[in-house]
């Protein structure tokens, strides 16, 4: 099953993610199918690629709840 999830990359104590789509059973820092965007948590500050976001769950791709959480602050997904 696809997941968007995320990515982390980054040095140590210093992370940032990026948003990919991924098989559920490939490890966390794996290749992904595609990369949708980026998100840094000590700046607060994220880049969400919205078109390619919306097609991937239009073909059934489920987001994680932190993916999830992301999304709808961010106004892409209305729930």
Known sequence: MLKLRLKRTGRKRYP???LVIMENTFRRDGKPID???YYNPITKQYDFNIPKIT???SYGVKPTETVLNLLKKANIITT
Do not use: A, H, I, T
Request: charged share 35%; net charge positive.
């Open 16 to 18: 940032s993610y990026r």
């Open 35 to 37: 990369e949708v965007g």
């Open 55 to 57: 097609k991937w769950l």
